[in-house]
């Protein structure tokens, strides 16, 4: 079994920042890539960014310059620094892991239940 616990989110006034925690727990031998997606009412959840295992990473343009993803190996944990915030940030953020639950298992993608960013105007 493997959980995904995001914490961090919150309300912000725009121009703020917040910070996201993501740790992957249970039984896990390697994780290959951590991501953030984030998800507005009405509309579909889209990547914000990504870090591979050994710290390529993705931005989606609208993070690019204003956030910032990082990852402890160790601790399986990825975090999303999110300065700047806008009010288009508003949306459900979601972490995401691509992990092997051990050496013999094909990679499994696991989500986090979701964390509320709201920023206000």
């Known amino acids: 079994q493997v959980q995904l616990v995001e914490s961090g989110g919150g309300l912000v006034q725009a121009g703020g920042s917040l910070r996201l925690s993501c740790t992957a727990s249970g039984t896990i031998f390697s994780i290959n890539y951590m991501a953030w997606y984030r998800q507005a009412p009405g509309k579909q959840r889209d990547l914000v960014a990504g870090?591979?295992?050994?710290?390529?990473?993705d931005y989606a343009d609208s993070a690019k310059g204003r956030f910032t993803i990082s990852r402890d190996n160790a601790k399986n944990t990825t975090y999303l620094q999110m300065n700047s915030l806008k009010p288009e940030d508003t949306a459900v953020y979601y972490c995401?892991?691509?992990?092997?639950?051990?050496?013999?298992?094909?990679?499994?993608?696991?989500w986090g239940q979701g964390t509320q960013v709201t920023v206000s105007s």
């Open positions: 870090v591979t295992r050994d710290g390529k990473i």
């Open positions: 995401n892991a691509n992990l092997l639950r051990t050496p013999l298992d094909g990679a499994g993608r696991y």
